[in-house]
């Protein structure tokens, strides 16, 4: 059996202190497979964002650890962890978070930029805007580009420096119903291709054919699981 590409255990974060403590997330053990999307739905307040930013390595655990291909990252410097967000991590935010003053194809070239130079791309900026449809558009800049063609861009973004993780938060909340299924369908399509562990935050229970697992999250814990049969 393939080892998970990312992974947590016994994971808790705590916001506040005293009377005013609040656990975000409560013992939370989990692991994610490459290839694999996993939905993880709840209310606002559940714990979704803040799991999402410890599988980014964006905040540590207050307790508990997290693997990325067998790598516990628990002692990492912050340098250390940069590197890894820049080369092995892929980020899709619900607003794009593209430069306004760069054309798309720029846009997307940043996501190797940051990383440096340090990774071994399977797409270059141009294949990776051809796989999700925007050759055409690639000398547009953000505002002379829809919101669909925008989370598109930022995909591509993400997807260019071959990341092992792939994490969105709402990636679809700004779109209309018909956008953010394409989104949805083209985000699955490229993670099955590339092998990309990959975790969606979402309030949309339109996304759900599009994972393979659904974790349903409250209080800060996992509170129920579901596989898809597809």
Sequence with gaps: MPEPVISVSHVSVTYGAGAAASKALDDISTTFDGGEVTLLMGASGSGKSTLLSILGCLRRPDRGSISLMGRDLSHYREKDLVGIRSREIGFVFQFFRLIRSLNALENVSLGLDLAGGKTKSRLSPREA???????????LRPDQLSGGE???????????????????????????????????????????EHKIATVIAT????????????????????????????
């Design 150 to 192: 925008r989370q598109r861009v930022a995909v591509a973004r993400a997807l260019v420096k071959a990341p092992r993780v792939l994490l969105a938060d709402e990636p679809t909340a700004a779109l209309d119903s018909s956008t953010g299924l394409q989104i949805a369908e083209l985000i699955r399509a490229l993670v099955r």
């Design 129 to 139: 805007l051809d796989a999700v449809g925007l050759t055409a558009k690639r000398n």
């Design 203 to 230: 309030h949309d229970p339109r996304l759900i054919p599009f994972g393979d697992r659904i974790i349903e999250m409250r209080d800060g814990r996992l509170v129920a699981e579901q596989r898809s049969t597809a």
